[in-house]
């Protein structure tokens, strides 16, 4: 066999030199298409504000990486690009610059940051925060093309970002999941549409002990994140106002009753097994950020109305 072999394989060595010496120069670009980043003033400023200091890439341009399911995703308009990164420096990273330190966000790494123009619909019809289940990779942003300086575009960004922040926190220092989950009223389901909900705003989802739609559809994980981002966006006397409402029978019905009960103890005991994953696993007061996310929430939209 070995008449063969060898000879076979210098015919094909040889094939290769022909080719080889066929070609009249070597090209000059690679093979491989890097996209470039844009010469811009827009792109000189993101990388001024986020690449370099933070090592955050931002991509604004369309991928054939956006999609999810079956729906389409489509890239931001860029003169509403600026605006909603201004926002986020001022309610994300200014505000753990203060209460984690300089290197906080460092330290997380998200990255990269892709930005979508619409929102991302699920196949149930439920919006989700990241185009990927499977990790926080990569850290998604939605809705940048009818964002606005006025409370409730900066609300819808706080909690997109506070979403995907608690599950990169999780992911470098990870929370009890099943004692987590073991707090809930009933298991996590899918069996409810959920067409046209909007789940950035506090609703029913908290008589049955979740702090949002999705947070009660989808896993553990989402749960944890929802329940984190909606209590770093609101005041803690809406939040309570939301509980003692959830908490109040609406008959005298025994099961309604129990519902109730159970609605309070599982919604309180999630707020405190956040507040103490964030003061044992970073050392950061839940109730304190959540008072200094309002502070610069508020001076943002202050200074830029």
């Known amino acids: 066999m070995k008449k063969y072999i060898i000879p076979s394989f210098a015919f094909f060595v040889s094939l290769l030199f022909i080719q080889c010496s066929d070609d009249d120069s070597l090209r000059e670009e690679s093979v491989i298409q890097m996209q470039e980043k844009p010469n811009t003033e827009l792109q000189t400023w993101i990388d001024e504000t986020y690449q370099k200091p933070y090592n955050i890439e931002i991509a604004y341009q369309w991928s054939s990486e956006s999609t999810f399911k079956n729906t389409l995703l489509y890239p931001p308009e860029e003169e509403k690009v600026k605006m909603y990164l201004k926002a986020l420096k001022s309610v994300w990273i200014d505000l ?3 209460m984690g330190g300089e290197d906080f966000i460092k ?3 998200p990255t990269e940051i892709k930005l979508f123009g619409d929102a991302n619909i699920d196949g149930f019809g439920v919006e989700r925060l990241q185009v990927t289940e499977k990790s926080p990779f990569p850290f998604t942003l939605f809705r940048v093309n009818e964002f606005q300086n006025n409370k409730q575009s900066v609300e819808r960004l706080v909690r997109n970002v506070q979403n995907n922040t608690a599950k990169l926190m999780a992911l470098r220092k990870p929370f009890d999941k099943e004692a987590f989950a073991k707090l809930n009223m009933r ?3 899918l069996n409810d549409i959920g067409s046209g909900r909007d789940i950035y705003k506090i609703s029913t989802s908290f008589y049955q002990g979740f702090y949002s739609f999705p947070a009660g559809r989808f896993s553990v994980d989402e749960d944890f994140a929802e329940t984190l981002s909606v209590l ?3 005041p803690k006397h809406e939040v309570d106002q939301m509980i003692e409402y959830a908490s109040t029978p609406s008959d005298s019905y025994y099961k309604e009753v129990e519902r109730a009960r ?5 919604l309180e005991a999630k707020r405190d097994f956040v507040a103490k994953y964030l003061k044992d696993k970073y050392d950061i007061d839940l ?3 959540n008072i200094k996310s309002l502070v610069y929430i508020q001076n943002y939209l202050k200074n830029n109305q």
């Open 232 to 234: 770093l966006t609101y």
């Open 107 to 109: 330290n997380l790494s």
């Open 96 to 98: 753990y610059n203060e």
């Open 262 to 266: 159970q609605a309070k103890v599982t």
């Open 187 to 189: 298991p996590y389901r």
């Open 287 to 289: 109730y304190l950020l």
